[in-house]
């Protein structure tokens, strides 16, 4: 189930690349277009503004990091929030993690799953904003909602909070976030508890914005730009999986299947191991970004650790780094990676005869993961 939530982002998503226009079958992609970008709206979590266009959505998820608490020069326990200021000697030390999506049909912000749907939504609008007329707005506003929470999230240079929510008990009660009563437990990743993939894809996320913003609000683009050079360089200084640092919390519902690196060799002093995908997929955006040659040297020397597994989705980037990569000419036409790519596009194209794919009937995208269910 969790690989069929995760696949309906990643589709939503695809459908902001499709030109609006009627497909085969009369399909009208205009209109899916503009549901997909609402879908959005849907899933918001926080203080919802007065543009939200779901009416029957409310606003939830207001103390979302109080969770990590208030502490005093005394070090006693803080009274509630809404009651600080009338302590002069308390200090106001909470973390605000408010707003950003709920995943799928639960109450939970995954930060892995939430900073890789900001990353393909962004790479849509970069693509293809040109063609999505009055929904470009509304698909900038998906993308500010998600990294307004993901600048919260990183706000601390020494971490990063990965996820709000306890799982467990909010997959125990199905209920209304407006009306959730589950606790809001914050996870968190930092140096001694690392997770690069989800910080590197966070600084992925980042840094794609931060293109899709530059021509509208320098300002903001900047300051996404900033932070996404602060993340990437904490998630490749403290390599590590969040599989290990934040454990069943996050297994049991976005496990990292596909690593943060590959073992490449034993050596004398033990295993030599490469930077993989959610790495060498931020050093791509990041250089698109920046156009900072460290960057792209970063991807030239570790995209070779990457598989060609045949789906890009949130657990493995592979496929999109090796499309992303050739399209914008990060690495040599001539070497591997334009190969690669040429392979995952003839698994996609629905009359190539190493289609690897299903598609749902009269739809002109892939279902991905069809076959992994």
């Given at each position: 189930m969790r690989r069929v939530a995760a696949g309906f982002f990643f589709v939503v998503a695809m459908l902001l690349s499709l030109q609006p226009a009627f497909g085969r079958g009369g399909?009208?992609?205009?209109?899916?277009?503009?549901?997909?970008?609402?879908?959005?709206?849907?899933q918001r979590s926080g203080k919802l503004p007065p543009s939200q266009?779901?009416?029957?959505?409310?606003?939830?998820?207001?103390h979302d990091g109080d969770e990590i608490g208030v502490t005093s020069l005394s070090r006693r326990r803080a009274p509630p929030r809404p009651h600080w200021s009338a302590f002069s000697s308390w200090r106001r030390l909470w973390?605000?993690?408010?707003?950003?999506?709920?995943?799928?049909?639960?109450?939970?912000?995954?930060?892995?799953?939430m900073a890789f749907t900001t990353t393909v939504l962004s790479w849509s609008i970069v693509e293809f904003g040109r063609y999505m007329g009055?929904?470009?707005?509304?698909?900038?506003?998906?993308?500010?909602?998600?990294?307004?929470?993901?600048?919260?999230?990183t706000a601390d240079p020494t971490r990063i909070h990965v996820q709000v929510g306890d799982p467990f008990a909010d997959h125990a009660c199905w209920e209304r976030p407006e009306d959730m009563d589950t606790p809001r437990t914050v996870y968190t990743v930092d140096a001694q508890k690392p997770g690069s993939e989800v910080a590197a894809e966070t600084?992925?996320?980042?840094?794609?914005?931060?293109?899709v913003f530059k021509s509208v609000d320098r300002p903001y683009a900047a300051k996404?730009?900033?932070?996404?050079?602060?993340?990437?360089?904490?998630?490749?200084?403290?390599?590590?999986?969040?599989?290990?640092?934040?454990?069943?919390?996050?297994?049991?519902?976005?496990?990292?299947?596909?690593?943060?690196?590959?073992?490449?060799?034993?050596?004398?002093?033990?295993?030599?191991?490469?930077?993989?995908?959610?790495?060498?997929?931020?050093?791509?955006?990041?250089?698109?970004?920046?156009?900072?040659?460290?960057?792209?040297?970063?991807?030239?020397?570790?995209?070779?650790?990457?598989?060609?597994?045949?789906?890009?989705?949130?657990?493995?980037?592979?496929?999109?780094?090796?499309?992303?990569v050739t399209k914008n000419s990060i690495v040599p036409h001539s070497s591997n990676p334009q190969e690669m790519a040429d392979?995952?596009?003839?698994?996609?194209?629905?009359?190539?005869?190493?289609?690897?794919?299903?598609?749902?009937?009269?739809?002109?995208?892939p279902v991905l993961y069809s076959k992994f269910n």
């Open positions: 399909h009208d992609y205009a209109d899916a277009l503009e549901k997909s970008i609402l879908f959005f709206e849907g266009r779901m009416g029957w959505r409310g606003d939830s998820g207001l973390v605000d993690l408010v707003g950003g999506y709920y995943d799928a049909g639960d109450n939970i912000k995954f930060g892995f799953p009055p929904q470009l707005p509304y698909a900038r506003d998906a993308v500010r909602w998600a990294t307004d929470y993901l600048l919260k999230a600084a992925a996320a980042l840094a794609a914005a931060s293109i996404l730009l900033n932070r996404s050079i602060q993340v990437f360089g904490f998630a490749d200084a403290h390599r590590g999986s969040y599989n290990l640092s934040v454990g069943k919390w996050v297994t049991e519902f976005y496990c990292d299947y596909s690593g943060y690196q590959r073992v490449l060799v034993l050596g004398m002093h033990g295993l030599i191991c490469g930077p993989q995908d959610e790495l060498v997929w931020a050093a791509a955006w990041m250089y698109k970004a920046t156009n900072n040659r460290y960057y792209r040297d970063y991807v030239a020397d570790n995209i070779q650790n990457l598989y060609n597994v045949g789906e890009f989705g949130w657990d493995d980037k592979s496929s999109g780094v090796y499309v992303f392979g995952f596009v003839c698994a996609m194209l629905p009359e190539s005869p190493s289609r690897t794919v299903d598609y749902s009937p009269g739809a002109s995208f």
